[in-house]
T-cell receptor
Framework: QKEVEQNSGPLSVPEGAIASLNCTYSDRGSQSFFWYRQYSGKSPELIMSIYSNGDKEDGRFTAQLNKASQYVSLLIRDSQPSDSATYLC????????????FGAGTRLFVKA | GAVVSQHPSWVICKSGTSVKIECRSL??????MFWYRQFPKQSLMLMATSNEGSKATYEQGVEKDKFLINHASLTLSTLTVTSAHPEDSSFYIC??????????????FGPGTRLTVT
């Protein structure tokens, strides 16, 4: 059973701080890694994709991938109250067809 | 990013009736579509995966005769909840994956349909 593990939180950070969200996955053959943001009562929104080891930056977001450690993280710089949401880590790979497994999500709360 | 629409956004129906939910990819061809269900404060649960022109593959525990999925074209998939019961009340979300921007790996979600069965 392929798994994607996230701390459910809530992770609480003050406004302006860096929020660090972490994710581990079990399938070493995984090739694609994603972070989604889901506001309460809404559907998930893709915010980052990363495919190779290292860092990928997009605005205030940085995704970090370490395939050797089977670890993906998302850093949110200058956190804002509007960043308060559940962040889903998703990992994709081929298992008789490409399949993406979603973690249960980490709830982030940014205090004003 | 790619846009996926879903209709209706919410629906209330009586127990025993059927409800159809439409999912459309608006600016890309969705070779694969997914249907999820999410109960309040719980994680996404994948119900089924469908490829255009093929029968859907259902996850374990999901009744294929109750949740009918039709992926009729590269831009449209429908989910029909047949003989709905109050326990089917949930947030149903479709997702699509295709070849937009050269990535066939990213999944884009529709806005979801909130179903209430009375």
């Amino acid at each position: 059973q392929k798994e994607v593990e996230q701390n459910s939180g809530p992770l609480s950070v003050p406004e302006g701080a860096i929020a660090s969200l972490n994710c581990t996955y079990s399938d070493r053959g995984s090739q694609s890694f994603f972070w989604y943001r889901q506001y309460s009562g809404k559907s998930p929104e893709l915010i980052m994709s990363i495919y190779s080891n290292g860092d990928k930056e997009d605005g205030r977001f940085t995704a970090q991938l370490n395939k050797a450690s089977q670890y993906v993280s998302l850093l949110i710089r200058d956190s804002q109250p509007s960043d308060s949401a559940t962040y889903l880590c998703a990992v994709g790979g081929y298992t008789g067809g490409f399949k993406t497994i979603f973690g249960a999500g980490t709830r982030l709360f940014v205090k004003a | 990013g790619a846009v996926v629409s879903q209709h209706p956004s919410w629906v209330i129906c009586k127990s025993g009736t059927s409800v159809k939910i439409e999912c459309r990819s608006l600016d890309f061809q969705a070779t694969t579509m997914f249907w999820y269900r999410q109960f309040p404060k719980q994680s996404l649960m994948l119900m089924a995966t469908s490829n255009e022109g093929s029968k859907a593959t259902y996850e374990q525990g999901v009744e294929k005769d109750k949740f009918l999925i039709n992926h009729a074209s590269l831009t449209l998939s429908t989910l029909t909840v047949t003989s709905a019961h109050p326990e089917d009340s949930s947030f149903y979300i479709c997702s699509a994956r295709g070849g937009r921007t050269g990535s066939s790996y990213e999944q884009y979600f529709g806005p979801g349909t909130r179903l209430t069965v009375t």
